[in-house]
């Protein structure tokens, strides 16, 4: 039952775990980490988010769609 409710496969779980995960490492990096990694960061998580928009597998994996299919 818990694992139909933490992760199924939609976009929103996606979003939500992929936050959960930014939120995370943009915690460590504010409070642990020496340098400061904000940039690469976003940038990675953006590529991230990105990708069931790009990758097709992917899309129809969180059934979604990619930006180029029309209905």
């Known amino acids: 039952m818990w694992k139909r409710l933490l992760w ?3 976009g929103g779980h996606y979003l939500f775990w992929l936050s ?5 490492v943009g ?3 504010v409070f642990y980490l020496e340098e400061d990694y904000t940039i690469p960061i976003q940038l990675v998580w ?3 988010m990105a990708l069931p928009l ?3 597998p992917l899309a129809r994996f969180l059934n979604m769609r990619t930006i ?4």
């Open 8 to 10: 199924q496969r939609t």
């Open 20 to 24: 959960a995960i930014y939120l995370t």
């Open 27 to 29: 915690m460590l990096d």
């Open 46 to 48: 953006l590529f991230f």
């Open 54 to 56: 790009v990758v097709k």
């Open 68 to 71: 180029w299919e029309t209905r």
